[in-house]
């Protein structure tokens, strides 16, 4: 696999793509993987994107308090998720990654009840939308402050590189958590250490409103890696081929105990950054709807029909079966219903403290004094 | 006067203070082009420009850092944190570097500069759009700190702030930013002394003691008394450091029954280290124990994000049990 990370050459000028905007295949080299993979890579970008607007009509309806549309990140998302061997590897990912979470194969249900906040959550509804979190697929659980769980996934990855299993660590982030000086702490640490780990940057151009010439000096992200002494891949993160094949090289490279890489993916975000922004006050409706004309998933199924492997009754056929499951999901999720107002205070410390056990009294007595039903 | 609400307060007292003194510069994430994502900027990068309104890199050591070098070097420097939750990768430049600069350098550098910070919860926002800080801030010497609940008390504080000599952290709770509008003075020189507590209603049978977002459910609290026909005394203390030991002691000493509320956790709280100065100072006029009621020691909830609160039903219960005492 080694020969595959030298296939791609870090800190070019020009983003890596495989396929061109007409999905047709522009590497020097052919396309190894078969039908079953190159359609599983379309049906997880396909689903990302469902889940996605779904999510945005669930906040209208008042059944979600917030997300963070993932709409044009799908090929970057999907991409990364499909270089990782899920159980083994680990990931760290960032609120905008719901198509990466959906793609490592984070049940909808839970995925929904996170967004909900019902009992269908495993997190028992702790976090805020947008923040998923899965012990079972290795997916560390998402925290608000930007690029905060940087320098927690080198931490693993040493952990990683000290168990000798031959395991590696992705960590995901913004274009604007580069800024964060979490980030360059974890960043450089890793580097020193020659820990197994990739940190790959879904570079959308905008923090919120702060566009890259704000962010940065550097002329991309790609290029930071080269202060800290690794490899800084720029590729075309709207195509999901060069997304996966660049991070199934890398990933090679890490477990193979190459260390560390930065892989810098371009995309752009459809949606604004959150239900609570308004994206008109800092970019033109010209400037998306023109990145709208380079969506990911129809350039990704010109490729697929062009192969043959793909139609339209079969694109009929995923959207259908799709949009079953997740029905069911949002009905399941919704059925679940609220969290017991007393959980809030379990999962504190291992033991709860005497001070909290009698701040919990407190509250019962004030609630049943208020005529409340305590047990609910 | 102009009916405004909080939010809209804050984006013109900023208008104001920088139309006043040129010095003024605001810097932050999205302050600029966007107007900050609460609007708390807006209109002042149209006014004032990129050189005045700075949209700074995602990174908030940089914006304290900067705020501090700025402020040494004779500017005055207006930082906001998007949300109080994200002041921690700035924390070591606020604690470390702004707290302690006057102090270590004899008086010789100073560092004249607020940080803004909308905190506090109800907002459905989960752990890392809901806390209230305050303690970390009260705790660190070298800082004054501030926590306004109306728009008028934001305008005179921010004022206050800005203008004077020392590093001023200054919180503002977002969960009153839309919710009220009140009559605001358009003097540009309307000031409030720092440490100036306020009361805001007046009364013989108990003392309820709040600040910033939990003034809200203190007042509603207040007003039950009422209808119940117990007059409560309540004090706003709006600046925590420092604070307005003088109207507090007075009030509690004259009553004699004391509640403090604050939506912050429990432990180590700005209420514990008032109801610490009042058991010290005057425990011989208490007719019953200062009772607290606050938050809990736990990350804030989302699910939970109303009932985490000391609403109304737990003031109303901890008011009982001193007057029961
Ligand atoms: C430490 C910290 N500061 C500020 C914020 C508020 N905030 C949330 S998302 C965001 C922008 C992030 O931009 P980027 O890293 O480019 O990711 P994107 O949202 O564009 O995918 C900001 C400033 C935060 N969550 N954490
Ligand atoms: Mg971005």
Redesign the interface.
Known sequence: MITDAQRFQPFSEEPIRLIDEGGAWVAPFSCDLDDDTLIGLYRHMVLGRMVDERLVRLQRLGKS??VAPSSGHEAAQVGIAAALRVGRDWVFPYYRDTALALALGWPLEEMLGQMM?TRADPA?????PA?PGSRALNMFTV??????HVPVAVGTAIAQKLAGAGDATVCTFGD??T????WHAGVNFASAQGAPIVFACENNRY????DLQ???GSPNVAAKAHAYGMPGYLVDGMDVLASYLVMRDVMAAARDGLGPALVELTVYRYGPHST??DDS??RSGEEVAAWRERDPIPRYRRFLEAREVWSDAREDELRAALKAEIDVAVKASDDAG??P?E???DD?LSRP?P??ER??E??R???R??G?DVEG | MAVQNYVQTIARTLMEEMRRDERVVVLG??V????G?FLATEHLYDTFGPDRVI????????IIGAAIGMSVHGRRPVAEIQFS??V??GFDQLVSQAAKLRYRSGGAFTAPMVVRMPAGGGV??????SQNPEAHFVHTPGLQVVYPSTPSDAKGCLKTAIRGDDPVVFLEPKRLYRAVKEDVSDDVDFTLPSGSGVRRREGDDVVLISYGASMGETLKAADTLSEQGIAADVIDLRWLMPWDERLVLERVAAVGRVVLVSEAT??ASMISEVAATIAEEVLDMLEAPPLRV?G????Y????DR??LPGP??I???V?QVLDY
Do not use: C
Not at chain 1, 124 to 128: E, L, T
Not at chain 1, 143 to 148: E, K, M, R
Not at chain 2, 32 to 35: I, L, Q, V, Y
Not at chain 2, 124 to 129: A, F, I, L, N, V
């Open positions: 308090s917030f906040g028992r509804a702790r976090q805020m923040h925290a608000s402050p930007i690029a905060s604007g958590a800024s964060e000086g979490d923090a919120i409103s702060v704000h962010q940065t609570a922004d006050v800092y609220p969290v107002v959980w809030m205070f504190v403290t001070q909290l701040q919990r407190r509250f007595a004030a609630r004094a208020a409340e | 994430e999205d600029g082009k966007r107007g994502v949209d700074t890199p995602l990174s908030e050591a940089a939750d994200y921690y990768p459905k926002g989960g752990h890392h759009h429990h432990s606050s809990f020691d736990t990350p909830p989302y699910a939970q009932v985490y039903n737990r109303l219960h901890a009982q």
